[in-house]
């Protein structure tokens, strides 16, 4: 009998760790992710949402900045936990972040870093505690039309 018990041991601690193996992972949705899903994606620096992988968080991933009023990007998700992380730089805008349709406003204003700039300072506007279930978040910037820039860094969630 203590031989077989000895082979269910080893059999019962595989089992256990599996099981704490399949709970909550961290996601990180990068500024770039195709699953994002934007209102006015363009490579023009006249307006719309711009890419750049160099200078402000290029070692974090890279940033996706828009000055243009109406301008959007949206995550879908499925979790418990939301972060939106933004680049802080000197000429913030004001920005407009819902979730699940309550909305927070946030500035990430940093006099001493420009867009070129190579440090990666962020900001993070975040909820918990959310049901396990589908979730939205909408990201808009709401500046004075040119005035400032939303830069955003990456969205992670649980």
């Known amino acids: 009998m203590a031989g077989q018990l000895s082979l269910l041991f080893p059999l019962v601690v595989a089992l256990l760790v599996s099981i704490s193996?399949?709970?909550a992972m961290n996601v990180t949705v990068p500024a770039n992710d195709p699953s994002l899903i934007f209102t006015n994606q363009t490579s023009s620096v006249l307006g719309g949402w711009q890419f750049n992988d160099t200078g402000l968080c290029g070692s974090e991933g890279g940033t996706v900045q828009t000055s243009a009023?109406?301008?959007q990007v949206t995550l879908e998700f499925n979790g418990t936990a939301v972060y939106v992380v933004f680049a802080e730089?000197?000429?913030a805008a004001?920005?407009?972040v819902t979730i699940d349709g309550v909305q927070a406003n946030v500035t990430a204003l940093n006099a001493t870093?420009?867009?070129t700039s190579t440090d990666c300072q962020t900001r993070t506007l975040y909820a918990t505690g959310m049901l396990n279930t589908?979730?939205?978040v909408i990201v808009?910037?709401?500046g004075t039309g040119g005035l400032g820039r939303t830069v955003l860094n990456k969205f992670m969630y649980v």
Do not use: F, K, P, R
Request: charged content about 15%; glycine content about 4%.
């Open 140 to 142: 808009a910037y709401a």
């Open 94 to 96: 004001m920005t407009n």
């Open 113 to 115: 870093l420009s867009l």
């Open 21 to 23: 193996s399949v709970g």
């Open 69 to 71: 009023m109406e301008d």
């Open 134 to 136: 589908n979730h939205t």
């Open 89 to 91: 730089y000197d000429l």
